[in-house]
């Protein structure tokens, strides 16, 4: 934390702004088509860019609940996409008809069927994972990238989406809580108003 905070330039770069009014142009998939029935958010790169400014992502990523994963699968395949491998997180790789790829992700953890089953709404209509749940879910993959989207994520967040992410990762990932405390302070330093 210190070498960040020592070589850290609060504000630097493109204005926040800018960056959010770029992504709202920036789609997911015909995911309804796909998944039609099957409860589901939107997670992974897509669903950052509801959270912080756009990263660059080449496929889309799905939560569904473990017991929902046949099923999904099953309406994928009818819909005529195809079952490229199993993901080792639960879950499986698809190609989509248009040739983008889908990750339906059904990891075996506590909290999934409650982040399924409370989506926020994004601005192309699809049910997206909120903020709480998408910092659970990425402290538990624990990437670099990961953790770098949770710093840029919550540098951008207001109060209360920070006291429920804290809430949330206290409920189910205790030891990460001091970890996201870092991450908050992070994230702060890089927007100036915040």
């Given amino acids: 934390m210190s070498i960040a905070e020592r070589l850290a330039k609060p504000g630097s770069g493109t204005h926040p702004q800018v960056l959010r009014e770029r992504t709202r142009h920036y789609g997911a998939p015909d995911l309804g088509k796909h998944l039609a029935g099957i409860p589901f958010v939107v997670v992974g790169g897509l669903a950052t860019r509801l959270y912080m400014p756009e990263r660059m992502t080449l496929d889309t990523d799905v939560l569904v609940s473990a017991a929902h994963l046949a099923e999904a699968e099953q309406t994928l395949a009818k819909t005529g996409c195809r079952r490229l491998g199993p993901l080792t997180v639960g879950g499986s790789t698809w190609l989509l008809p248009d040739g983008s790829s889908l990750d339906v992700l059904a990891p075996a953890e506590p909290w999934v069927d ?35 989207d949770i710093t840029r994520m919550l540098g951008g967040a207001g109060e209360a989406d920070l006291q429920s992410t804290r ?24 927007y100036p108003d915040g």
């Fill in 114 to 148: 409650e982040a399924v089953a409370n989506p926020v709404q994004g601005l192309d209509g699809l049910p997206y994972i909120t903020l709480p749940s998408l910092v659970l879910m990425k402290l538990a993959a624990g990437r670099v990238q990961d953790l770098a």
């Fill in 167 to 190: 809430l949330l990762v206290r409920r189910w990932r205790r030891r990460d809580s001091e970890d996201l405390e870092s991450m908050i302070r992070l994230g702060k330093l890089e």
